[in-house]
Each structure stands twice: as C-alpha cells, then as structure tokens.
C-alpha cells in the first residue's frame, strides 16, 4: 500500500506559484526524503497533504483515502479519523504559552481514540526522558530546541503509522539529534513511515531510503539515495604534478611529469578536460588542484585525462554527497527533460 499518494497536486496563491503537478507515491514502511530550497514547495505540499490548504487542482490520499482535491465529492472518511494516523513535526512551533508541558501533551493526546490514555500517558513519560524534557515547566519557559521537543513527543506520543516530519532537526543540539534518529529508526522498524523534509542533506543521505527534489513547484527527480548518487554525479579531484605540463605533450600514464616553463597556465593546460561535456563546479584551489563535477561517460572522461596524463600527480573519482547532487539540479545542471518533468503549459490561478 501507499502511504501518500498525489496526483497532480497543484496549489497556486492567487498568482503566484505553490507546487505545480505533483505526482508522488510513497510506500508505506519508507523514509522518505524531501529535499529543496526555503520556497520549493515543501511546506505547501505538507500543508496540503494534511488538509491545511485546499490545492487548486489534483488530489492526495493517506493510505488510500482521499484527503483533498474532492471538492464536489463527500469524503469516504472523516479528515480527523485519517489525521489520527498522522504524527506531524512542524518547521516553527506555536503552542498555549499558559499550559505546561504536560497538560498540552495530554490535550493532544484527546485527538487519538486508537490508543489508550494510559498507553500514551507511559509513551510520552518514555520519550520525555530520552528528549531530556521537563513535562511540569509552561510552554512560555522553553527555549525553541525545547519547543521543538515538544513537537517531537506530540508527533510520537501515539504511535502514528505515518510521521510527516517538516525541519525536526532545527533547534535542536547534536546528542538529542542522535536520540531522535534511533527513535525515528525505531518507529520505522514497528512499521512507521516517516516522510522527511529537511534541509540539512548529510540527514537525508544517511537515514532516507528514497529521496524527492523539488524545484520551483516541481518534482525534478525521485529515486532511491544510493541511485540518485550512483547515476547522477561524479566528483573528480585533481593534484598537479608540480612541474606543469602542456597538454600537447607525450602521456604515457598518470603521474608522469615532463619538466617545462612553470609559467604555463594551470587552468589552460588542463582544458581538455575542463571544456568536456558533463564537467561543472569547477574549483581551483592555489592553481595546484582541482575539483570538479562530472556527469557523463566515465571512459570519456578517462581518454581525457589521459591527454594530460603529464601534468596530474594523484587523481580521485568518488561519489558526489547527496548535497552536490541536489545542487546539481538546483543549479540547471539537470534540465527538465532530463530529470523527467514536463514544462508548465497551465494558465497560472
């Protein structure tokens, strides 16, 4: 089964663009990552699949019910019944500064008939302890990274079958991040799919099985993390020999430096290399190494450096970081027809 599910999802403020043409499927059992910039599209889509925003067109379903984008239809279940399923993190937290931690943890727990009070009353004691939470201070007292706990054990306390987690991370310090992703990891074990959205990458690449980037309103690729690393990008490191090279001359293989006029340009003699199709982000460090992007034929790119065999002392080929790779997108790297989405023929609402 699906744990979310959209089609075509689209959400315009008036004029100005929310999220364009959203079709995404999430397996239930998942972590899914959802990566992009601040004005992407993240929020909107959370928003929307929770039935805070009504979209201007296309629909979305929870573990197959519908929850919006059925304006003239009656939905087959309440909103609240399929939210009681629903643990949500939001990026900013904003709660009764008057009540004390408990006391709103407890009117939370009103909202979720599955589980019993005295089942979530122990779940919240469990989980204030490993967050470092004192339940008896008032809201007003909390600092944001406290805050944000709270958040947490609103989210966790009822042992949703899905979290939407917005930014958990934000506020918090880096001992109850770890303690955050042994219980995320947790949960997901019991069964919990979690869909991730965050900024920081390094998160995403090491907890998410799968990863979505959205640009602009758009979906621009989705994928498993090791596959979106594996096809997209290669980072390529160059240290120059110090006795630079012209390009011209005779290469029998890497390493080997013939002595010319230390006058020559770095940057001209490696261009073979750095005019070949798929090399970006180029980065120059002293005019003694390099580093690049590449996304291309890699056997090309090894009967180029090897035209300028002379001039290289060591070279590196790794996998990009699931940063570079989003940057990569994000920077047109990837054109649209590339990362498989169609262009907006719509007229804008």
């Known amino acids: ?42 929020s909107t889509t959370i928003r929307t ?7 201007t067109r296309g629909e979305a379903r929870i573990f197959g019910h519908p929850v919006c984008g059925l304006r003239d239809a ?14 949500y993190v939001p990026a900013e937290v904003s709660y009764y500064d008057e009540m004390k931690v408990r006391e709103l943890l407890a009117y939370s727990a009103s909202f979720y008939p599955r589980r019993s009070r005295q089942e979530i009353r122990s779940r919240m004691q469990e989980l204030a302890e490993i967050f470092a939470l004192n339940l008896d201070e008032r809201i007003d007292s909390l600092s944001h990274g406290n805050k944000k706990k709270v958040a947490l054990i609103q989210a966790l306390q009822h042992r949703p079958r899905l979290l939407i987690l917005d930014e958990p991370t934000s506020g918090l310090d880096p001992l109850i991040q770890a303690r955050l992703f042994s219980v995320l990891l947790e949960e997901n074990r019991a069964g919990t799919t979690i869909f991730f959205s965050s900024h920081v990458l390094s998160e995403v690449q090491r ?48 390493g080997q430096a013939s ?15 750095l005019t070949l199709a798929g090399v970006s982000g180029v980065e120059w460090t002293n005019n003694k190494s390099l580093s690049f992007l590449y996304r291309g034929d890699v056997p090309a790119l090894l009967a180029t450096l090897n035209q300028v065999a002379p001039l290289v002392a060591d070279i590196q080929i790794e996998e990009p970081s699931l940063e570079e790779v989003f940057l990569s997108f994000y920077n047109g790297e990837v054109d649209d027809k590339d990362a498989g989405v169609e262009p907006d023929t719509s007229e804008r609402r």
């Not at 929310?18 to 993240?42: M, R, S, T, Y």
């Open 259 to 273: 002595p010319v006029s230390p006058a020559t340009d770095p940057a001209e003699a490696m261009k073979p290399v």
């Open 1 to 42: 089964m699906l744990a979310i599910e959209t089609k075509g999802l689209t959400k315009y403020y008036g004029r100005s663009r929310g999220i364009i043409d959203l079709n995404l499927e999430v397996p239930e059992g998942q972590i899914f990552g959802f990566i992009g910039p601040n004005g992407a599209g993240k």
């Open 74 to 87: 009656k939905l087959p279940l309440p909103p609240w019944q399929v939210r009681a399923e629903i643990g």
């Open 49 to 55: 699949l929770l039935g805070f925003l009504q979209p």
């Open 207 to 254: 907890f998410c099985h799968a990863v979505a980037i959205i640009r602009e309103g758009r979906l621009l690729a989705v994928d498993k993390v090791e596959n979106l690393l594996a096809k997209q990008v290669k980072r390529v490191r160059i240290l120059l020999a110090r006795s630079t090279a012209s390009p011209s001359s005779p290469a029998s293989s890497i």
